[in-house]
């Protein structure tokens, strides 16, 4: 038995030798999976929402994101076989070939790596090649100059593809990546900020992780293969320098990150904003060179020691495990090589200051800061072992379980809802769920409206016609208090948790395993922590709800403290005070000391020594 798979790195990289051989150690399972042409890879059978051709591709293509920087100052013994797969796919006449691109193609993202490469390293993949073979590369690459692309992140792979042409002379539409360009700079909001298409889309243009590793990310590269004087390279820098102020309070000491929204089963990609900026020469006043380093090699460090590899040695679909339940549509077999761009770093030659700079441990960062413009309250709290975000939910079409709890952990993750209907089958951690029959239950989908006044966070939403809710946020370190007014017409079930649990440890003698249910509180402790939730007005049952497995991103097996309720048609106020500790013996050892009032204005949520936290009006609709 070998739960973790099989890693293909044999030692936690810190040197810069250590790294370029992680980098190559990664790419290397996908060539026992490769086609006899060498053009595509298809490692598993699942698939995505398009073709398995642009699949195939994705796997020839997302290893360039590894190999590309690794080859710019490293051997890379894989050069003659990745070329025939370059020749062979672009060329119509061979069983191999990956066909037209036409709008809105996945072939498009998957250019971008090629174009990059050559850009990087023309050596290995243009100048060996034959007139003939250049014009078909380059015939094949154009046809992203002639097609429709999403109004996102994509337009970013337009450009990478004509600076790619550029660099080997080849024809190259400058007007189309120009005009692309103007088009992404219109997504800036401001400090560094940038929404992943137009923020007023209806669809939703959330701030999440495409923020660092696609926006900021491509135009860091764009920046570093720009001309001497662009000002656009250099309005691309400072957003980084102005956002890695920002970026650096989403990681805890040890290198994981907040997981949040879509797309997390790039994994380390999460580091590749950090790499980015020594790739772009773009380090910011406030971030030494060490400590850049060290929230780069912490994060691709920690997700090296986790089980997310295959038996053969393959990055596998999920998040700190393999499951396909918190999967996208777009994710085939070949999508988590995405990660593979946190090593751009590897492009820089040894003297580099990134290189030269020991690694720095994470900088002092406060216990509370607020991001207006990604809705986030970011907490450390446990003494910084406990990092996590108080959220205000964004609209996306890839999830509301994604985008829309209460509060997103990086020691606890947060899970998706189960496709058996039932209590506890939402999704409910870190989530209100409500229910008209006891059976179907709903979270949190979209606001009606939002607020974040300081430290407090408020949204309105309306589950159903003649039932809404608004419900507040706030810290209480290391705790955070909810409350929630329903206002219904009919009968309404809820159930309320908090941060859901890995339950190993589960299966022995029972030692160091407690499921507590007293007096509206519900605590789970496990060898690996400890998490639950109090009844701020009393009337609620307490419950520890088992989840149902691999929905949640971190452990398979998990429960959640939970309180349930049933309302009649009328006004509800319902409070709780949350908390979660990695340590077992964390957090719930100690009272929160924290009071609720229900007046006929509303409720006032206070401290022991009478600060107040809440402030909630009966008035406000």
Known sequence: MNPRGSNPVDVAPRTRGEFQRAAAQLVEPLFAHVSPGNARIR????????????????????LLWGLVPLGVHAEVGRWPQIREGLVNGTNPEHEEYWGAAGDYSQKHVEMAAIGVGLALVPEHLWEPLSDTERERLATWLDQINDAELHD???????????????????????????????????????????????????????????????????????????????????RFRARAKAFATEYVHWFDEAGRAIPYGRSLTYRFAQAAFWGGLAFADAKPDALSWGAIRGLWARNVRWWLD?????????????????????????????????????????????????????????????????????????CRSEGGDHLFALSLPQTSPHGHEKYAKFAYSARFGFSVASRRPGAGRAGHDSALALSLDGSRYVTLREATATEMDGTTLSVRWEPWDGVGVRTWLAPALPWHVRVHRIETDRTVHAEEGGFALDKTGDDGDGNGVVHRTRGGTAVARYP???????????????????????????????????????????????????????????????????????????????????????RCSSEER
């Open 152 to 234: 996102c992140n994509w337009l970013f792979f337009r450009v990478m593809v004509n600076r790619g042409l550029r660099a080997v002379g080849a024809p190259h539409d400058a007007d189309r990546t120009e005009s692309s360009l103007d088009r992404l700079e219109s997504f800036s909001r401001g400090g560094g900020w940038y929404t992943d298409g137009p923020a007023e889309r209806a669809s939703g243009s959330p701030v999440d992780y495409y923020l660092p590793w696609a926006m900021q990310f491509y135009g860091l590269l764009d920046a570093a293969m720009a001309e001497d004087g662009d000002e656009r390279a250099e």
């Open 528 to 614: 690996n922590g400890v998490s639950g939730i109090a009844d701020g007005f009393g009337g609620r049952t307490a419950a520890v709800v088992d989840e149902e497995p691999n929905t949640n991103l971190y452990h398979p097996r998990t429960v959640v403290p939970t309180l349930r309720s049933t309302h009649e048609s009328g006004t509800h106020w319902l409070g709780s005070t949350v908390a979660a500790s990695p340590r077992a013996d964390g957090a719930w050892d100690a009272d929160p000391n924290v009071s609720f009032e229900a007046t006929d204005r509303g409720v006032v949520v206070e401290t022991a020594d009478g600060e107040t936290l809440l």
């Open 306 to 378: 986790q089980p997310i590899f295959t038996d053969g040695g393959l990055l596998s679909v999920g998040y700190r495990y393999p499951t396909l339940k918190i999967s996208e549509s777009y994710n085939s077999p070949n999508s988590p090589y995405w990660a593979l761009k946190a090593f751009f770093p590897l492009a820089l030659a040894a003297d580099h200051p990134f290189w030269r700079a020991e690694a720095e441990p994470l900088p002092d960062l406060p216990a509370l800061t607020t991001q207006p413009e990604a809705g986030k309250l970011v």
């Open 43 to 62: 490692p598993t059978a699942t698939g995505a929402h398009f073709s398995d051709t642009a699949a195939e591709l994705e796997g020839f293509s997302r």
